[in-house]
């Protein structure tokens, strides 16, 4: 197949980033919101990674599930499905009147919103051709970044208000029906591997998964992402503010939204580098970008949550640290995995690896976040949640590049 034209593909890509970012942004609510719904349904901490935990599992079981299925049948569809007619379950859960029935809600809302990150991450990589998907994989994180910082300070003066959790859950979940029409409308998906030349069915056959699950690239990157611990780092960062530090919700809010403006420019400038790295120095200069971020945010981890600074000084420290935070995924992770399985398996990578793998250990460190934060405070538990997490994670990448460089060759390259 040719390459979709550059026109059309940007504008693929915005979509599906728009339809990314509003199911990453109802994902993240309750946890934005948590100290405003715990103080209107009188929960505890604990709930707090009960929550966590829920969009972890969903993101673990169904993620895979909607990446198979999208392997099989139309993405589009799935796609208009479960990131846009899914958000329903959003704006119920703003009805919500107590724990029970928010816990309900929100993980049938959950099990649709966790099918976007896969299913654009693959359709992204038949977009774009191995030699520009940094720079596609960083604009679609940036993308989603961006919605939080233009949402942030709604749901900021939203936390203020008794019920306006409630309001910010209507507003999401009208936001992902609306991105289930623009998908509807504007979407053109190009096939899968339409920028490799190398697919000669459009369906994935059982013989394609069993070699999928053969593939030592994708074991290892899956041993990576267990140690890559900042969703759960985020999910607790504004109560952590809050509770820790002695900010209000709403300006721990804003301190979180101004890490997620140092987020967007990361993601760029990681896609970026991660491009220049692999003209220079192929597959392995990723790798090495890989290392150089690994150990910086396990320095800045410390810096920016360990020591007591005043107010003022988190924001610049904490734009420093989100303009460090995702320069791994797009610059070396997804451009990695790409070109490391074929490309009628695509989504099936992405939903093993970012859904099933991903969700089960960080659902898994929720729930012992929840409980170790509340039993021995949440200072020492995000020391070894973020900073030691990652030092582990550099060794990890130090210990194959040193060793087994062949792990990031592409597909088909011995």
């Given at each position: ?31 934005a ?5 715990r103080?209107?349904l ?91 998907r ?44 609306f ?6 409308i504007l ?21 394609d ?124 992770v ?13 989504s ?13 250990s ?26 030691v ?26």
């Open positions: 197949m040719s390459s979709p034209k550059p026109g059309r593909r940007w504008q693929n890509l915005l979509v599906l980033a728009l339809a990314n970012m509003v199911d990453t942004a109802e994902t993240g609510l309750v946890n919101l948590f100290p405003a719904i103080a209107a009188h929960l505890n901490l604990e709930a707090l990674g009960v929550f966590s935990a829920i969009g972890k599992v969903s993101r673990m079981v169904f993620g895979p599930l909607w990446s198979m299925a999208a392997d099989r049948w139309s993405r589009k569809a799935l796609m208009f499905l479960v990131t846009g007619v899914w958000g329903i379950f959003t704006v119920l859960a703003g009805l919500a009147q107590n724990e029970t029935q928010l816990l309900l809600l929100y993980a049938l809302g959950s099990v649709g919103t966790v099918a976007a990150e896969p299913l654009a991450s693959s359709i992204t990589a038949d977009l774009f051709p191995e030699r520009e940094g720079k596609a994989f960083g604009a679609l994180r940036a993308i989603g970044g961006l919605g939080f910082v233009v949402l942030a300070p709604v749901v900021g003066l939203l936390s203020k208000s008794p019920d306006g959790w409630r309001l910010a859950m209507f507003l999401l979940g009208g936001l992902s029906m991105s289930g029409v623009l998908i509807l979407f053109r998906d190009p096939g899968r591997g339409a920028t490799d030349g190398l697919v000669q069915t459009d369906r994935v056959h059982l013989a998964l069993r070699e999928l699950m053969g593939n030592r690239t994708l074991w290892f990157l899956a041993l990576s992402l267990i140690f890559t611990t900042s969703p759960v780092m985020v999910s607790f960062a504004v109560t952590y503010l809050v509770d820790v530090r002695g900010f209000s919700n709403a300006e721990g809010t804003y301190v979180l939204a101004v890490f997620v403006c140092g987020y967007i420019g990361s993601s760029l400038l990681g896609g970026w580098l991660g491009d220049f790295a692999q003209a220079r120095q192929g597959p392995l200069g990723r790798v090495r970008l890989m290392l150089i971020y690994l150990v910086g945010f396990a320095a800045m981890s410390y810096v920016c949550l360990q020591l007591p600074w005043p107010h003022w000084a988190f924001y610049p420290l904490f734009f420093a640290f989100g303009l460090l935070s995702a320069v791994g995924n797009p610059g070396s997804m451009p990695l995995l790409s070109a490391a399985v074929k490309p009628q398996v695509r099936s990578a992405f939903g093993f690896l970012f859904s099933l793998v991903h969700g089960a960080t659902a898994v460190l929720s729930l012992a976040v929840g409980w170790f934060g509340q039993t021995y405070g949440l200072p020492s538990t995000v020391f070894w949640l973020t900073t997490a990652y030092g582990i994670n550099s060794l990890i990448w130090l210990v194959a590049l040193r060793w087994h460089p062949a792990l990031f060759q592409p597909h088909g390259v011995d």
